[in-house]
């Protein structure tokens, strides 16, 4: 049972994942081994998947983030949602009951490099008949 401790906890991670745990422990008044122990356990419960870094696309040439929604035959779902997942430039893809079938973050040097893929990658995709891109202006909130 996940209580209010471990919600902190799981705060502070997701600010910065990479806080010691004596700093942690510290903020919450408690001894490291105790929060060793809550981490240890929240992952085992499956509760922390995984630890990570956030990246910054404009940083590394990606001056086109987009969001971009596909909507494609049913009998093709499946499908084409784990063929996106092959591409390097797609980086996130989850299925929803939403406007779209299919929701992507694309990450692309420009529009023009957007077009192309959407044509020469997405458009080929059996069974997909409508992509809809947004391209992000601005992340105001990534967590």
Not at 42 to 71: F, H, M, Q, R
Not at 88 to 96: C, D
Not at 101 to 116: F, Q, S, V
Request: hydrophobic share 45%.
């Amino acid at each position: 049972m996940i209580d209010e401790r471990d919600m902190l906890i799981i705060d502070i991670l997701q600010e910065n994942a990479r806080t010691p745990y004596t700093e942690i422990a510290a903020r919450l008044g408690v001894g490291e081994s105790a929060i060793r122990k809550r981490v240890k356990a929240l992952e085992e419960a499956g509760v922390i998947e995984s630890y990570t870094i956030v990246v910054n696309p404009a940083k590394l040439g990606y001056n086109s983030v987009s969001l971009v929604g596909l909507d494609v035959e049913p009998t093709h779902f499946l499908d084409v949602a784990i063929r996106m997942t092959e591409f390097p430039e797609v980086k996130f893809v989850a299925t929803s009951t939403g406007d779209h079938m299919i929701m992507t973050e694309i990450w692309l040097k420009d529009g023009r490099a957007l077009g192309e893929f959407i044509a020469e990658k997405i458009g080929r995709l059996e069974g997909v008949h409508r992509v809809c891109p947004a391209v992000i202006m601005e992340k105001l909130k990534a967590r």
